[in-house]
């Protein structure tokens, strides 16, 4: 599966399933529950062991310590897509700041963050855009490591 397409399921696949299990503690996500989608500008740059197909689910108790942090970094607007250019490509605009520390992205990781609807998980609500610079980037997959090793 390629870098830019996280999903690894047609929307029809991910409603059958009815749901998904958190990538760090193994709960069920349930209403409360967030997935996170990240695109790496380069494939080395992955963001957690835990992700499959660059998505990671979460469940409510996962979702509140991801909040925690997240909720303190700068949205930025969903990145505009269309040409030739990857979802990944399309979060890294000139000159544009990491939402976590403000500084220069050079290597940048994209981050797409929303609530699955518990009836069709396919439907996107309260989606969240940033983008983290390379050493952001490194202490998220840190954080995020750090979340699995204590569930």
Known sequence: MSVDSPAGKDASE?????GFSCGLC????????????????????????AARDGVLAF????TTALAELTDTWDQID?????????????????GEACSFCGGATDEVLGIE???????????HRDIRHYRLCGDCSSIFAEFLDGIAADE
């Open 59 to 62: 469940c409510s108790t996962c």
């Open 14 to 18: 991910a409603d059958q399933v009815g």
């Open 78 to 94: 969903p990145p505009a897509l269309g040409g030739d250019a990857s979802i990944a490509q399309s979060y890294r605009a000139d």
């Open 113 to 123: 963050c929303w609530t699955p609807d518990p009836e069709r998980p396919s439907v």
């Open 26 to 49: 193994g709960d069920p996500t349930g209403g409360d529950g967030r997935l996170l989608a990240s695109y790496p500008s380069t494939a080395e740059r992955r963001l957690s062991r």
